[in-house]
């Protein structure tokens, strides 16, 4: 993973290059709001945003890269397939209405977003047959534990090239990230920020001052250290900017042990195993 600058990827298990830092859209709202945060993310030299079709927002992030005047083909684009939509059919009939919100004829990345029960290697096997047909760049999964892994890569051909799930200093799950590493599985971080929860621990305000640099950077920083890509949120060009400017300083490795150790296996989002009733009530 290079991480010299904003323009830094990752060569992902079938050689394609993924930007190590983009920008999250979940609850940018669809219109102006999105619009106007991707283009300051793509002002401040992002080249890689996170949305979902749950998101409801892909149309904007659509408007948001036409009208840039950033060449499509230089920016890197996840989208995501819902719960409701998953299996074979159903799968496709989802991509393809993505497509047509994002009013694009490939994505970059694909997701299965969680781990239906039941239902997820038929979803698989439909993205499989999506990158096979070259509409999208690479397929991955989403909230899926080491077992939903293993049940992946033994029923099918394509190896996930990407997993992203929650990561933040309070859910840190080393032997997964291991396990990842060692099967050439990207791992990706959502709510690298515990969705401001970061902003409230001591010992990362501590170290934030003594790099001279903002809570939300050092996160930034060290998920990067830790081999991990990023997707932090935010609508505002400020802090948009803010959550670039971390390649010019490094943590160092007695720092990033002391950020490891504030685990609490605690989650902001629901388990990877007990999801369903957690979208059902909200
Ligand atoms: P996050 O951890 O990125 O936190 C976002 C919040 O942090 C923002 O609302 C903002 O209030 C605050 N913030 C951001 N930058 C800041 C700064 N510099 N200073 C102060 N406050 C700052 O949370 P998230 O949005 O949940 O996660 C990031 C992205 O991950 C999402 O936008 C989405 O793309 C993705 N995501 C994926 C899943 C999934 O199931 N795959 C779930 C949740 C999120």
Known sequence: MKITDINGTTKLNNG????????GVYKAKEGREVVDSIQHALEAG???IDTASFYENERGVGEAIRTSGVPREEIFITTKVWNDDQGYEQTLAAFDNSLKELNMNYVDLYLIHWPVPGKYLETWKALEKLYKEGRVKAIGVSNFLQ???????????????????????RLVQQPLLDFCKKNNIQYESWSPLMRGGVFKIDTLKDLA????????????RWNLQKGVVTIPKSVHRERI???????????????MCKINALDREERTGAHPDDFMDHFENN
């Open 16 to 23: 394609v290059d993924m930007p190590v830092l983009g920008l």
């Open 46 to 48: 992002y080249r890689h």
């Open 147 to 169: 077992h939903h892994l293993i049940d992946v890569v033994e029923n099918s051909d394509v190896v996930p090239a990407v997993v992203q799930n929650e990561f933040h200093p």
């Open 209 to 220: 001052e003594k790099y001279k640099k903002s809570v939300a950077q050092l996160i930034i």
């Open 241 to 255: 900017f803010e959550n670039a400017d971390v390649f010019d300083f490094k943590i160092s490795e007695e720092d």
